[in-house]
Nanobody, 115 residues
């Protein structure tokens, strides 16, 4: 089990950028996959980006070319750099960690993109 705390959300104008951080309570070296999900009002939670323990990544089609997921194992932290933000990116963004034995979620951080 790992505790996750997101930060970095806020209000930004369309076309702007935000960098989200997900701080884990312990080493993330043995976590198979860490990712970012988002949930907009009235919508299902969806995968935004994932990164494996080996560093491979994948992204939702809607954010490819705009968002970048990365991690710093020494800091037990995963990041989501969000550029060229659009109003449709507005959502609560959640950090997720998955191993063979458990899955963990953070509390989420609100991202609001104004037009």
């Amino acid at each position: 089990q790992v505790q996750l705390v997101e930060s970095g959300g806020g209000l930004v104008q369309a076309g702007g950028s935000l960098r989200l951080s997900c701080a884990a309570s312990r080493s993330i070296l043995n976590i198979n996959t860490m990712g970012w999900y988002r949930q907009a009002p009235g919508k299902q939670r969806e995968l935004v980006a994932r990164i494996t323990s080996a560093g491979s990544t994948n992204y939702a089609d809607s954010v490819k070319g705009r968002f970048t997921i990365s991690k710093d194992n020494a800091k037990n932290t995963v990041y989501l750099q969000m550029n060229s933000l659009k109003p449709e990116d507005t959502a609560v963004y959640y950090c997720n960690a998955v191993t063979d034995y458990f899955g963990s979620w953070g509390q989420g951080t609100q991202v609001t993109v104004s037009s």
